[in-house]
């Protein structure tokens, strides 16, 4: 097949490449405006969650429970009250033991305990459910256990409580260590206070550590990004992510810039140079970068988590607000709290929305898991689509390399320091060049959610 591409539309600008190469990010390629739920989709997807497919499966547990609502976040939901939380795990608990589809599938490689905040659960609760987990799914020996948490209200008894359950990887929101800046976006414990609590986790020395840090933020100094990134390689962590600052419409932070009562958040020059710092900076000590956002210093930090979702595998979804998949159709479990715990107790599980899979997802899932870790095997995406699309997209290729985005391997491309920042264009550009390639000239419509619908696929 031949099939001319309008390729030069997704040509990079010649230039600096980490700070220029395109106008602006397409922050989330893998959502698309067009396509609406299906009609029937609840049904859809509880007889696909009974079928039983071979493949990779993770699960997806979400605590949507927050103290207080950070200034930058998009993810929260309710605040954490003792009460409603102890009703909540327990209607959670029931949810998965009663899952008799997800107990006979496939080994469960790995599970994510994400939120909101699990941190804000009882250590009792936290205990329960991740023993509740191991009891009635069917982990995968090896399977990846990750608590989401943050520094303020993470005791030693909720530690240990996850530990002795059988956690083996937590992943904390610290954001940034510097004092001032940590309490001007919401956060309470000071840095002092976040290193005593990673250094703790560290010694222990019982499962995988890893720190969320957010570059970008209003008034952060190259100087203070530096010191978050170097106090994270000090602390001898397993893992970190360096996150750029994604700035919601109608969230706290967005509306304090509006008023005046902050700053602008930085812009994209200053952005594209961040991540450039913190990227120079983990290579130079040795880090393996693993995804865009992420790089591990030890082997027993994997990332799999991560990794699998963004590579299409199937995950099963617990929770209010919870975000799932299954044979490429997204799903997202009732985010109302209290409709979601009703519909448990009565012995159903509460799917709302569901998106039938994309156009070309094998294609699909290749380019995104591909390139979320830094290389895209050419000739297998050809298998993938249709004889000849490698060389249809050839001169874009060779365009992005001459620009400074990718290197070009036998039959593959990895990606440059400016590449990792740009990945998602990257993505974006080879969704719809694929796209259009399968459809002879006609752009396909693909699913939509919007981020806000409590789908929690990026960690
Ligand atoms: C779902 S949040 C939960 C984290 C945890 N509750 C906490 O408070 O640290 C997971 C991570 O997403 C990142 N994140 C949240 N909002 C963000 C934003 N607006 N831009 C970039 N990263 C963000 C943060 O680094 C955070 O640790
Ligand atoms: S950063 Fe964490 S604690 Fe803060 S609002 Fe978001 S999810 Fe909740």
New binding site residues.
Partial sequence: MTLLLPLEDHFARPGEPLAGAFAERNLFPWIQRRTRPLEDGPAIAARLLAERRPGKRVAYLHIPF?ANH?L????YRNRSAEDSMAEYARRLEHDIAMDQAAASGPPIQAVYF????PSALAAADLGRLISAVRRHLPLAPDCEITI???VAGFDDDKVDACLEAGANRFSI?V?TFDTGLRQRMGRKATRHEAIAFMERLRDRDRAVVVC?L?FGLPDQSMEMWGDDVMTCLSLGLDGV?L????L?DKSPLALSIAKGSLPPAAGLDRMAAMYGAGLEMLDDAGWRHLNQAHWASATRERNLYNQLVKAGADCLAFGAGAGGLVAGHRYVIQPDVELYGKTIDAGTKPITVVLPPPANRPARDLVMGGLEGGRLDIARLESLTAPGFAAAIEPLLAQWAAAGLVNRRATAVTLTPAGWFWHCNLVGSLFELTDLFMDGGTASAAPSLPPSEGM?YVG
Avoid at 243 to 246: D, Q, R, S
């Fill in positions: 927050c950070c930058f976040c998009g993810f994400g939120g909101g905040t989401e948490g943050r929101g954001q969320d957010i992510d996150y750029c600052l994604t919601h929690r």
